[in-house]
C-alpha cells in the first residue's frame, strides 16, 4: 500500500480505450481507509479525489468525497467502485487517484508494465521505487482499473 | 461503526412532527427558472413534516441508500441547474456546536437509472442552522429528457424533510448496490403502510 504527504499528488494510470465512442463509466480502486483494532473504530471522513484526463492531460472530470464510502473495512484493502457520469474517452486517457493520505493505495512490486505514473503540479512522472541494497529502480502498478463500454 | 450507531441515535432523537422548514435566502435567487415539486406544493410552513436519515433504517448500509424523487422535465433538453433539499445537520443553536463534518452525496439519474451527474460535499457547508432549511445547490446546467431522478445520500450525516401525507408516488428509495427503486413508504404500529414525499424539487429552465 502507498500514500502520499503531498495533497497535490496524484497516482495516477493511463489506459487505452479499446474503441473509439467508448465511454468510461466506472473506476476501481484498490485500497483502504483502516481500521483500529484496539478500538474498534473506523478513522474519520476525509476526502480523497478522482480525475479523469486525456492523452494530453486536459481535465475531463473530477469528483471528491469521504474516503469510508468506498473504502470502508475491518478486514483490510478492498476494490472500491466510484460511479462517475458517463465520460466518453478516445485513445490514452488517465484515471487519477489523489489518496491524500485518508485512503492509501494498493501496488504491485514487481512486474510494472510502464503504465502507472505520479501525476503531480500538472507533470507525470513514472511510479517507481528504489531497492536501497542495489539502487535499482523498479517500476511498479497502481491497483486501478477503468470500467465502461 | 461506533460513529454510525451514535449518528442514528442521535437522528432517532430527533423526530420532530410537523417541523416548520426556514426558507434559505439562496432559494429565492432566480425566480425566472421552474421550480418543479413532486411533494403536495402545500406551503412548508403548512406540511406535516418528519425528519429522516437512512441511517435509522439501512444502517451502515446507508452510505449505498439515497432519498430518491422523480421528476419530469417540462420540456425537451430542459436545462436542471438547481437542486432543493430540505434537511438539517442537528445544529444546536444554544451550544454552539457544529456537528463533525461529513459528505452527503447528490446523485442525477436519466429515466434508466444510468448517472449524469454526481458531487459530493460537507453537509456543515449547507445544513447549518438552528431549524430544517430548505437549501438551494447549483450543479453546472445539466440537460434532461422526459423522467430523471434526482438522489440524496444523507448517509447518516443529516436529516431530511419528509411529508407525511399526500403522498405523490414519485418518491423512492434508491439502492445504489443493485441499481433498484423501492417505494418510498413505512410500516406503522398497525401494519399500515405510509407512503411519504421526500422535500427534495428540482430548478431549472
Known amino acids: 500500500m502507498a500514500e502520499f504527504s503531498s495533497l497535490e499528488a496524484g497516482e495516477a494510470v493511463k489506459f487505452t480505450a479499446p474503441k473509439a465512442g467508448w465511454k468510461l463509466q466506472k473506476v476501481r480502486v484498490l485500497g483502504w481507509s483502516g481500521y483500529n483494532n484496539s478500538s474498534q473504530s473506523f478513522p474519520a471522513d476525509r476526502n480523497i479525489m478522482l480525475e479523469i484526463r486525456d492523452k494530453d492531460l486536459n481535465l475531463l472530470y473530477k469528483f471528491a468525497d469521504a474516503q469510508n464510502n468506498y473504502f470502508l473495512s475491518d478486514a483490510g484493502p478492498l476494490l472500491g467502485e466510484i460511479e462517475i457520469p458517463a465520460v466518453p474517452v478516445t485513445?490514452?486517457?488517465?484515471?487519477?487517484?489523489?489518496?491524500?493520505?485518508?485512503?492509501?493505495?494498493?501496488?504491485?512490486?514487481?512486474?510494472?508494465?510502464?503504465?502507472s505514473f505520479i501525476f503531480i503540479n500538472g507533470q507525470i512522472l513514472p511510479a517507481d521505487r528504489t531497492i536501497q541494497e542495489t539502487n535499482e529502480t523498479i517500476k511498479i502498478n497502481w491497483l486501478i482499473e477503468a470500467l465502461g463500454k | 461503526m461506533k460513529k454510525m450507531?451514535?449518528?442514528?441515535?442521535?437522528?432517532?432523537?430527533?423526530?420532530l412532527m410537523g417541523m416548520a422548514v426556514a426558507q434559505s435566502n439562496a432559494t429565492s435567487a432566480n425566480q425566472s427558472?421552474?421550480?418543479?415539486?413532486?411533494?403536495?406544493?402545500?406551503?412548508?410552513?403548512?406540511m406535516n413534516l418528519s425528519l429522516y436519515s437512512a441511517a435509522t433504517d439501512f444502517g451502515i448500509d446507508a452510505f449505498g441508500v439515497g432519498e430518491a424523487v422523480k421528476f419530469t422535465a417540462p420540456r425537451p433538453d430542459w436545462n436542471l441547474k438547481q437542486i432543493r433539499i430540505a434537511g438539517w445537520n442537528g445544529f444546536n443553536r444554544t451550544e454552539k456546536k457544529v456537528p463533525s463534518p461529513n459528505n452527503f452525496?447528490?446523485?442525477?439519474?436519466?429515466?434508466?437509472?444510468?448517472?449524469?451527474?454526481r458531487m459530493a460535499d460537507t453537509q456543515n457547508a449547507y445544513f447549518t442552522f438552528s431549524a430544517p432549511v430548505l437549501r438551494a445547490i447549483d450543479i453546472p446546467a445539466l440537460k434532461v429528457n422526459g423522467d430523471f431522478y434526482v438522489v440524496f445520500y444523507d448517509r447518516g450525516a443529516m436529516v431530511l424533510e419528509m411529508e407525511n401525507e399526500n403522498a405523490t408516488g414519485n418518491s423512492y428509495f434508491y439502492d445504489s448496490l443493485n441499481n433498484e427503486l423501492l417505494p418510498a413508504q413505512f410500516m406503522n404500529e398497525m401494519n399500515m403502510s405510509t407512503k411519504v414525499n421526500w422535500i427534495i424539487r428540482a430548478v431549472g429552465e
Not at chain 1, 485513445?91 to 503504465?115: H, K, L, Q, S
Open chain 2, 33 to 46: 427558472m421552474t421550480v418543479l415539486k413532486q411533494d403536495s406544493g402545500t406551503n412548508l410552513t403548512k
Open chain 1, 91 to 115: 485513445g490514452d486517457f488517465y484515471v487519477v487517484f489523489y489518496d491524500r493520505g485518508a485512503a492509501p493505495i494498493g501496488m504491485e512490486n514487481f512486474n510494472g508494465t510502464g503504465n
Open chain 2, 5 to 15: 450507531i451514535l449518528l442514528i441515535s442521535a437522528i432517532c432523537f430527533l423526530t
Open chain 2, 105 to 117: 452525496l447528490i446523485e442525477v439519474r436519466d429515466e434508466k437509472l444510468n448517472l449524469l451527474y
